[in-house]
């Protein structure tokens, strides 16, 4: 488990990791409160209990039953400091993979950073108010919330929680509606510390059981592979939508999609799956 995790992780922080990232967030006005228990979205999503002393709640993957779901995970990353590569035009959005995914009407939910979304408000407006699609906190640097994380800075522990809320704030701002009170911890990489940090956030920290393996990768049908061969009723999948760290993973999908389809799988959303954990379905 410990080994499937840090490959994730390392997957998931690659194209951060070779950037060169600023050692800390610039300063900001405070952002307004992340959605809780106390200002939940006007959709309330599925969430899970506390989990032991009340730390923040860690889901991985839904019920291993007949009922063959299975969640496709986006994640949209751009770090705090990557304005000035996507000004001189490296592009941290992937159009035609969304475009892709609404053609074969696929239910997802994107992680997104708030910086991607103060990037590209458009894009995240319209995702925020499609219903094929849901919108979940991947943090606003995509800095990591423990120490050696593959090379990325990290967010200082009295920062995490606004770090959070920061996102939540850009997703307003950029206009979408519904942001889901998911987390998802840059690089996959968490402690007990960060759990207890994100715990008045009211989010639930979610993880994968598969690894897309998509990022820096060019090979569509090795993608496609490592997905098929690791989903499981309920699973997870972790990919990316950015078209520099990920240019591959649009061409993967139109496989992965219609085979996990004849094997009798159905798409859903990560609050899908959470429902079916905690009985709300």
């Known amino acids: 488990m410990i080994t499937l995790v840090r490959r994730a992780a390392a997957v998931c922080v690659l194209a951060t990791a070779l950037s060169a990232c600023a050692a800390s967030q610039p300063a900001r006005q405070a952002p307004r409160p992340a959605p809780s228990a106390s200002s939940a979205p006007a959709s309330p999503a599925a969430t899970l209990a506390p989990g032991p002393s009340g730390l923040t709640p860690v889901f991985r993957h839904g019920p291993r039953t007949g009922d063959r779901t299975v969640a496709l995970t986006f994640d949209a990353d751009m770090t705090a400091?990557?304005?000035?590569?996507?000004?001189?035009?490296?592009?941290?959005?992937?159009?035609?993979?969304?475009?892709?995914?609404?053609?074969?009407?696929?239910?997802?939910?994107?992680?997104?950073t708030g910086r991607w979304a103060e990037e590209y408000p458009?894009?995240?407006?319209?995702?925020?108010?499609?219903?094929?699609?849901?919108?979940?906190?991947?943090?606003?640097?995509?800095?990591?919330?423990?120490?050696?994380?593959?090379?990325?800075?990290?967010?200082?522990?009295?920062?995490?929680?606004?770090?959070?809320?920061?996102?939540?704030?850009?997703?307003?701002?950029?206009?979408?509606?519904?942001?889901?009170?998911?987390?998802?911890?840059?690089?996959?990489?968490?402690?007990?510390?960060?759990?207890?940090?994100?715990?008045?956030?009211?989010?639930?920290?979610?993880?994968?059981?598969?690894?897309?393996?998509?990022?820096?990768?060019?090979?569509?049908d090795a993608v496609a592979r490592q997905v098929l061969d690791g989903v499981r009723p309920g699973s997870v999948v972790v990919l990316h939508c950015t078209r520099s760290a990920a240019p591959a993973t649009e061409r993967a999908v139109r496989t992965i999609v219609p085979e996990l389809r004849r094997q009798g799988y159905r798409f859903v959303k990560v609050s899908e799956l959470i429902a079916a954990a905690t009985g709300r379905n």
């Open 81 to 112: 400091d990557q304005g000035p590569r996507a000004a001189a035009g490296e592009h941290f959005d992937h159009p035609r993979l969304i475009g892709t995914l609404r053609a074969l009407k696929v239910p997802s939910t994107v992680f997104m």
């Open 122 to 220: 458009d894009q995240a407006r319209s995702l925020g108010r499609d219903p094929l699609f849901e919108v979940a906190n991947h943090s606003y640097s995509h800095y990591a919330f423990t120490g050696d994380c593959y090379g990325l800075p990290t967010v200082p522990a009295g920062r995490m929680r606004a770090d959070v809320e920061r996102a939540y704030t850009a997703f307003r701002e950029a206009g979408v509606p519904d942001a889901k009170p998911y987390f998802r911890f840059p690089g996959g990489c968490y402690d007990r510390a960060a759990l207890r940090a994100l715990t008045p956030a009211g989010v639930t920290a979610v993880q994968w059981d598969v690894v897309g393996g998509d990022a820096f990768a060019t090979d569509a």
